[in-house]
């Protein structure tokens, strides 16, 4: 979520609906609500949990390569959220529909959104917290290629209501058809226009990260937040840069109103972004949007997704 600051659409027929239609408070609310009723009232430690399901597979078993998703599924919980269990059943019937190898989800924050999108023949990983959506991250990896390692990084630096989440990175590592581990990040950085310094720090640590792991062979993906010409964009391409991982997504708008009536009334932005280790295959290869055509039943998310094909070695 891009959170901007705006007034417009903020009252609808009920005065406490018209302000939740602001993103920032409706977030603010429930968080306000579990911290309530909290133990302790702090997060507690979150683990990365794993569901197998996946087959087994070999190369030949892919396409002409390796498909990658990713999308923030804009899965608040009630009061926030918006059809939250049926966009995300959606969500997941198009995932089987196109049958992507690994796809990164972001704003996956309870069982709500979670319980749909556990997709048969798709191993799963996501944040599990004793504290509930205190200790939540929203990040949630699927995967067709079996993960054998799982692990949750939570941001040391955040603001407003995200200080009570585990806003971080997942990584999972997956196991190659022939032999060999990807290592794919997940990741959702801080919102907020006005938290570009927040995010230069979460940037730093994100890249601090994979470089402790040792990741070059890897893909980075998900919602970051910023867009080229925010301060902290040079940042996270020229870090990732240094590790050898290359931007592979586009100018293209993720978050747009104009085109999705979901996303709130603000300058559309490509804050969505595909990164991939220049070691792996491909080099040419460009993201795409995915997840940007209504159906029937309207948009799947405020978000677009992005989507790119990795060719075989």
């Not at 570009?196 to 070059?216: N, S, V």
Request: glycine letters at 8%; hydrophobic letters at 45%; a neutral charge.
């Amino acid at each position: 979520m891009r959170l901007r600051a705006q007034k417009l659409r903020r009252f609808v027929a009920h005065p406490f609906l018209g302000v939740l239609r602001d993103r920032r408070l409706r977030l603010a609310a429930i968080l306000s609500v579990a911290v309530a009723f909290a133990a302790g009232g702090l997060p507690r430690a979150a683990r990365a949990a794993v569901r197998s399901s996946a087959p087994p597979r070999n190369a030949s078993q892919l396409r002409n390569g390796l498909l990658l998703q990713s999308l923030n599924v804009f899965g608040l919980p009630w009061p926030a959220g918006n059809d939250v269990a049926n966009r995300c059943s959606r969500i997941a019937a198009a995932i089987d529909a196109s049958a992507p190898d690994v796809v990164a989800l972001q704003e996956v924050w309870d069982d709500e959104s979670r319980t749909p999108l556990l997709v048969e023949g798709y191993d799963a990983a996501w944040c599990e917290s004793a504290s509930g959506l205190l200790g939540q991250n929203g990040l949630m990896t699927l995967s067709r290629l079996p993960i054998v390692e799982s692990r949750l990084f939570r941001f040391s630096s955040a603001s407003g209501v995200e200080v009570w989440t585990s806003k971080g990175a997942l990584r999972t590592v997956l196991s190659a058809p022939g032999g060999g581990s990807i290592p794919v990040w997940n990741v959702h950085l801080q919102s907020g226009v006005d938290a570009g310094t927040i995010r230069a720090d979460q940037i730093r640590e994100l890249t601090a990260w994979i470089a402790e792991c040792g990741d070059r062979c890897c893909v980075v993906l998900g919602d970051f937040n910023c867009a080229p010409g925010d301060a902290e964009w040079p940042a996270l391409v020229d870090r990732l840069a240094a590790l050898g991982i290359e931007r592979r997504s586009g100018d293209e708008p993720t978050y747009d109103h104009f085109q999705n009536p979901l996303a709130t009334p603000e300058p559309p932005a490509a804050i969505d972004h595909v990164f991939v280790g220049a070691a792996l295959p491909g080099r040419e290869t460009r993201a795409h949007r995915a997840y940007d055509r209504p159906s029937e039943h309207g948009f799947v998310s405020d978000h677009f997704g992005l989507e790119i094909l990795l060719p075989r070695r």
